[in-house]
């Protein structure tokens, strides 16, 4: 059974860092894509950003390249999202999902919203 867990959310002011992380285990490979979503008050669920199975490949929305770096150990099964120069509109539950296989197109991966498992998320609250 595939689960994935969320942690290292909590409450910061804008310019922090937080690091989040998302333990994987249930998977018989490491053949499987990761992303993170975020979902705040009000808005819809949003993709933040992606990470392939096998070569690292990484994909980031607009709003959080440049501030935001995933990465992932394959040997602790576990993926992270580094934040850096938090601001307040990065406020939200963080999810964790991951699908099967390797998709040759990050960006239309995460735009997709077509994942095989979810994580019950970690809350991020950005402010002063």
């Known amino acids: 059974q595939v689960q994935l867990v969320e942690s290292g959310g909590g409450l910061v002011q804008p310019g922090q860092s937080l690091r989040l992380l998302c333990a994987v285990s249930?998977?018989?490979?490491?053949?499987?894509?990761v992303a993170w979503f975020r979902q705040g008050p009000g808005k819809e669920r949003e993709g933040v950003s992606c990470?392939?199975?096998?070569?690292?490949?990484?994909y980031y929305a607009d709003s959080v390249k440049g501030r935001f770096t995933i990465s992932r150990d394959n040997a602790n099964n576990t993926v992270y999202l580094q934040m850096n120069s938090l601001l307040p509109e990065d406020t939200g539950v963080y999810y964790c999902?991951?699908?099967?296989?390797?998709?040759?197109?990050?960006?239309?991966?995460?735009?997709?919203?077509?994942?095989?498992?979810w994580g019950k998320g970690t809350l991020v609250t950005v402010s002063s």
């Open positions: 990470i392939s199975s096998s070569d690292g490949n990484t």
């Open positions: 249930g998977f018989t490979s490491n053949f499987h894509a």
């Open positions: 999902a991951a699908a099967d296989g390797s998709p040759s197109n990050l960006r239309l991966f995460l735009e997709s919203y077509d994942m095989d498992y």
